[in-house]
């Protein structure tokens, strides 16, 4: 067998002759790679360019908390450091977006087209979009894009609170994937932060017992961790906290506070050496 | 001879400023048997006259469900009261795929108010030639809307379309209070097939063949009552004769023969939007 996946599915050239490519206009030669796309008749995303890291999320008592840095990288290059990345949905839902800046763009777009039709226009009052729907909508548009092997590169937390007023916090991604917990966090903070928070509730229902105060100082440290060991995170970053019946509130460009390093001052070399 | 130049199209507007075809629309709703539908404070109940063409024939199915928490009455042409609900019936589903979320009563109504109207003002289509009652129970109540095809949408506490509704509308207006304070779904029901009762022509009474009753409401999905089903709620009515048999009771008789002179006078094209033509 030919092990060559360029040739699998394909009649075999010393039977039929070589293939053709100009049929229905595939220039797709053997030599195709993602550098020189005009030998593609046709190609999705399949790398992110612009990238924007964790996003980190909590519920507590009454409401839910979620930060996310403001760097958008190229590769390794922290290129843009006035990334914001928390979008706000109607009055009291926060989408977090991590992934590639330029589809999170795409759908700050769907999003506000969703704002204006759903809460907007015909909205006899009472009837509003909560998190759970923008949530739900969010899901249904990645997992189609998906589908169609053409994905939104992001993984999203929607947060809010649920029609009964309970906080409510869920996770979608580019696959589609879904889920729900009392703390979740995207790329690098799901490793980092996600132990961190888990300490404050180790079990689901344990939000209910955490203050304002303690869920916005395990945020803060996650925030910090965060940057000591992430190599595509910025040390300013942006802060949302949703609380029952208080308007939401946004903080803009906060620093990572803190930070020790002082000890590195007595660290020498890599092993024996002494000065 | 008198001729009307300005109903030929729904485009056309008489020097008046009328829509004469859309007008027209609405005289067919008046041709349908009655529907009439009433709101209390969690429960909406819509009551409905089902008309079979002889003796021999069905009944045309008056009632509609749309999803769980949704229901529509119709009055006048059958056939697009099918493509209307069809219509909400996606928009509902739409809504529940999308957002997972009940489609809110005012949402809907607008949306086939909004189908409606574009028929009102594009050549070579016609409007709609049905009235709804649309019933629903969603997160800021209970709701009950008139849907006409001109594309306008009220809420009503209490509302009937179709044949000699004025009369079931006489009925709704008296008993206002009571009918807003009633906390039994039964009662509601009472008092709909009396305002329903109202409409009827001499010697005809509510059986359970030509009556059809829907629900909708808090901890109550929308449920359609028809055939034997209904004879429980008959059985309820206090006096099984309608306004129009009752020897005893002139008062409201003569309410609707009020009614039914509004309704002859509706047929009417006013003389302004007349012209003379040497025809």
């Known amino acids: 067998m030919n092990h060559d996946p360029f040739s699998w599915g394909r009649p075999s050239n010393d039977v039929y002759g070589q293939y053709n490519h100009q049929i229905a206009n595939a220039t797709i030669s053997n030599d195709a790679d993602s550098c020189n796309l005009t030998n593609f008749p046709k190609m999705n995303t399949q790398q992110p360019i612009i990238t924007g890291t964790s996003v980190v999320s909590l519920k507590f008592k009454d409401g839910i908390i979620m930060a996310a840095d403001n760097l958008g990288s190229y590769g390794s290059l922290l290129r843009f450091t006035n990334m914001e990345r928390l979008l706000r949905v109607g009055k009291e839902t926060i989408v977090g977006v991590s992934g590639d800046i330029s589809d999170m763009q795409q759908l700050e777009r769907l999003l506000e087209e969703l704002e204006t039709t759903e809460e907007v226009y015909d909205n006899d009052g009472g009837h509003n979009l909560r998190a759970p729907h923008v949530h739900e909508y969010l899901s249904k548009v990645l997992y189609n894009r998906r589908s169609k092997m053409n994905p939104l590169w992001n993984a999203l937390v929607v947060g809010g609170f649920n029609d009964d007023g309970t906080p409510f916090l869920r996770y979608v991604d580019l696959l589609g994937v879904t889920y729900g917990s009392s703390a979740i966090s995207t790329g690098f903070g799901s490793h980092l932060a996600v132990p961190l928070l888990r300490q404050l509730v180790p079990k689901d229902p344990d939000y209910e017992n955490v203050t304002e105060e303690q869920a916005r100082d395990a945020i803060l440290n996650c925030m910090r961790v965060l940057f000591y060991r992430d190599a595509r995170s910025l040390d300013k970053f942006s802060l949302v906290t949703i609380k029952k019946g208080e308007e939401l509130k946004f903080e803009k460009n906060l620093k990572c506070e803190n930070q020790s390093w002082k000890f590195a001052q007595d660290i020498r070399g890599y092993g024996s050496a002494q000065l | ?279």
């Not at chain 2, 469900?65 to 209307?84: N, S, Y």
């Not at chain 2, 009950?144 to 379309?161: K, R």
């Open chain 2, 1 to 279: 001879m008198f001729r009307n130049n300005y109903d030929n199209d729904s485009v056309t507007y008489s020097p008046t400023g009328r829509l004469f075809q859309v007008e027209y629309a609405l005289e067919a709703i008046k041709q349908g048997s009655a529907a009439v539908g009433l709101v209390s404070k969690n429960h909406v109940v819509l009551a409905a006259l089902k008309r079979n063409a002889e003796e021999l024939g069905s009944y045309q199915k008056k009632i509609i469900k749309v999803d769980d928490h949704m229901g529509i009455a119709l009055a006048g042409l059958a056939p697009d009261g099918r493509v209307l609900s069809n219509y909400l019936r996606k928009q509902a589903m739409s809504s529940k795929m999308i957002f997972n979320r009940p489609l809110s009563t005012s949402k809907a109504v607008l949306s086939i108010a909004d189908k409606a109207q574009e028929n009102t003002q594009s050549y070579g289509s016609r409007p709609y030639g049905v009235g709804l009652l649309v019933s629903g129970y969603d997160e800021t109540g209970a709701h009950l809307y008139e849907f006409q095809p001109s594309g306008s949408v009220l809420e009503y506490y209490g509302a009937a379309i179709g044949a000699r509704s004025q009369a079931a509308r006489t009925y709704l207006e008296r008993n206002l209070e009571t009918v807003r304070e009633t906390e039994s779904v039964d009662e509601l029901i009472v008092h709909g097939l009396n305002a329903l009762r109202d409409t009827l022509s001499q010697d005809v009474e509510l059986t359970f063949k030509n009556t059809s009753i829907s629900v909708v409401g808090k901890d109550t999905n929308f449920t359609i009552y028809d055939d034997a089903d209904v004879q429980q709620y008959l059985d309820k009515l206090d006096s099984v004769s309608n306004a129009r048999n009752r020897d005893d009771d002139d008062e409201e008789g003569n309410n609707e023969t009020q009614g039914d002179t509004n309704e002859n006078t509706g047929n009417d094209v006013p003389s302004e939007d007349r012209m003379e033509t040497d025809e």
